[in-house]
């Protein structure tokens, strides 16, 4: 063990590299350990805010959707399209790999290997031990960000609490869209039916040429390939050529807790930072480990490891309410495909899809418009009581 380092970030994905770009930027030596070769099911998408916060280039887009298709059990299609703007769609294997290389190139030691346990020395500075190849190395630490997942080694061993996280099973296949179809590159479609999930949904993501499509549950024993063969049927891309396929657990709620109240802090899936209803956790990801990154700055520069707890209370202040809504939507309206189908019939109201795309593309509580909340809120409970009329 001959090297030392400020802070070892434990995974490369959007959390992990985004934690260390920053943290080299503010001086700091920083170790980003990676296993690599591996892709999170994803179907991909990232908001305009997540371009301008992050300093995204446009050539990492391989498509722009203008528009959501929400399909409902008894195939009911609403579009809700997006006035004036896009959602950017990316491929995670390229995506994730600019962000390791920017990261490499701000002055990150980028390593690859698998994280094996924190050890301590005798004076008690953490000591960070992994494989590489056959190869066990270690080294020295200040600081720990887990990044490693929803299954975070770093978490199991470091954070009460975090064997508990709950997870959704995702799966999803890359394919290739087919020359002179009717696919189109410019719409993500989004099925809501029991036979393709019991407790979320189904997604057909364009990515230029290919197209990710994929589904998950938290429910065990459920036949997700059974699940991605129908819903590869109802987009018409039964025949599309499979170029990979991907599976892996999604949390389904942020931890209580993200630090060990000494020298680990978590982010991304490893602190649990998926949306509910909606699944969406590259934005997420990445915010999180800048507050990760910030938190950790601030333990560094004042020896303080109450201030690693702010990565946490930072992160809810700003979107635990978003999450606490979109978990309530989840528990409600995914419940049964006679509440979906009526789910999927307020999605064709303008006031919602407004409600919904300002509060996407923004990354907060629309609160612009009391009037449409009210509205809203009047044919939600109307849907919910059976009163509206599905026609």
Same mark, same amino acid.
């Given at each position: 063990?001959?090297?030392?380092?400020?802070?070892?970030?434990?995974?490369?994905?959007?959390?992990?590299?985004?934690?260390?770009?920053?943290?080299?930027?503010? #001086?700091?030596?920083?170790?980003?350990?990676?296993?690599?070769?591996?892709?999170?099911?994803?179907?991909?998408?990232?908001?305009?805010?997540?371009?301008?916060?992050?300093?995204?280039?446009?050539?990492?887009?391989?498509?722009?959707?203008?528009?959501?298709?929400?399909?409902?059990?008894?195939?009911?299609?609403?579009?809700?399209?997006?006035?004036?703007?896009?959602?950017?769609?990316?491929?995670?294997?390229?995506?994730?790999?600019?962000?390791?290389?920017?990261?490499?190139?701000?002055?990150?030691?980028?390593?690859?290997?698998?994280?094996?346990?924190?050890?301590?020395?005798?004076? #008690?500075?953490?000591?960070?031990?992994?494989?590489?190849?056959?190869?066990?190395?270690?080294?020295?630490?200040?600081?720990?960000?887990? =990044?490693?997942?929803?299954?975070?080694?770093?978490?199991?061993?470091?954070? =009460?609490?975090?064997?508990?996280?709950?997870?959704?099973?995702?799966?999803?296949?890359?394919?290739?869209?087919?020359?002179?179809?009717?696919?189109?590159?410019?719409?993500?479609?989004?099925?809501?039916?029991?036979?393709?999930?019991?407790?979320?949904?189904?997604?057909?993501?364009?990515?230029?040429?290919?197209?990710?499509?994929?589904?998950?549950?938290?429910?065990?024993?459920?036949?997700?390939?059974? =699940?991605?063969?129908?819903?590869?049927?109802?987009?018409?891309?039964?025949?599309?050529?499979?170029?990979?396929?991907?599976?892996?657990?999604?949390?389904?709620?942020?931890?209580?807790?993200?630090?060990?109240?000494?020298?680990?802090?978590?982010?991304?899936?490893?602190?649990?930072?998926?949306?509910?209803?909606?699944?969406?956790?590259?934005?997420?990801?990445?915010?999180?480990?800048?507050?990760?990154?910030?938190?950790?700055?601030?333990?560094?520069?004042?020896?303080?490891?109450?201030?690693?707890?702010?990565?946490?209370?930072?992160?809810?202040?700003?979107?635990?309410?978003?999450?606490?809504?979109?978990?309530?939507?989840?528990?409600?309206?995914?419940?049964?495909?006679?509440?979906?189908?009526?789910?999927?019939?307020?999605?064709?109201?303008?006031?919602?899809?407004?409600?919904?795309?300002?509060?996407?593309?923004?990354?907060?509580?629309?609160?612009?418009?009391?009037?449409?909340?009210?509205?809203?809120?009047?044919?939600?409970?109307?849907?919910?009581?059976?009163?509206?009329?599905?026609?």
């Amino acid at each position: 063990m001959d090297e030392s380092f400020d802070v070892v970030v434990v995974g490369g994905g959007p959390a992990g590299a985004t934690a260390a770009c920053d943290l080299v930027a503010r #001086g700091r030596r920083v170790l980003l350990l990676d296993r690599e070769g591996r892709i999170k099911p994803c179907g991909g998408a990232i908001p305009p805010r997540l371009m301008r916060d992050f300093e995204i280039p446009d050539h990492l887009l391989v498509a722009r959707v203008t528009a959501a298709r929400i399909v409902s059990p008894a195939d009911r299609h609403v579009v809700m399209p997006i006035d004036g703007g896009f959602v950017g769609m990316v491929d995670r294997e390229t995506f994730d790999g600019f962000l390791r290389d920017r990261a490499e190139a701000a002055g990150a030691v980028r390593r690859r290997g698998s994280f094996r346990r924190l050890d301590r020395d005798p004076d #008690g500075v953490a000591v960070v031990e992994y494989l590489n190849g056959t190869q066990q190395v270690r080294v020295r630490v200040r600081a720990v960000i887990g =990044a490693d997942g929803a299954r975070s080694a770093v978490a199991r061993q470091s954070v =009460a609490g975090a064997e508990h996280m709950p997870y959704v099973y995702a799966c999803h296949e890359i394919v290739r869209i087919p020359a002179g179809g009717a696919f189109d590159g410019r719409r993500c479609d989004v099925f809501y039916r029991g036979s393709l999930s019991p407790d979320f949904y189904g997604w057909v993501f364009p990515h230029g040429a290919t197209a990710s499509i994929g589904t998950g549950t938290a429910q065990k024993g459920f036949a997700v390939r059974t =699940a991605l063969g129908a819903l590869r049927d109802a987009a018409g891309l039964s025949d599309a050529e499979t170029l990979r396929r991907e599976g892996a657990p999604i949390p389904l709620r942020p931890l209580r807790r993200w630090d060990n109240g000494r020298d680990v802090v978590l982010a991304g899936d490893a602190a649990g930072v998926v949306a509910p209803a909606s699944g969406e956790g590259i934005y997420y990801a990445m915010t999180g480990g800048r507050l990760a990154a910030e938190a950790a700055e601030a333990f560094l520069a004042s020896g303080d490891a109450r201030a690693l707890r702010q990565a946490r209370a930072r992160f809810m202040r700003a979107h635990g309410q978003v999450f606490w809504v979109l978990g309530m939507m989840q528990r409600y309206w995914y419940a049964s495909d006679r509440r979906r189908e009526r789910f999927v019939a307020i999605c064709g109201d303008r006031d919602v899809q407004q409600i919904t795309w300002d509060s996407y593309m923004n990354k907060a509580m629309t609160r612009t418009r009391p009037m449409a909340h009210a509205r809203v809120f009047l044919k939600n409970m109307a849907h919910i009581t059976g009163l509206a009329n599905l026609q």
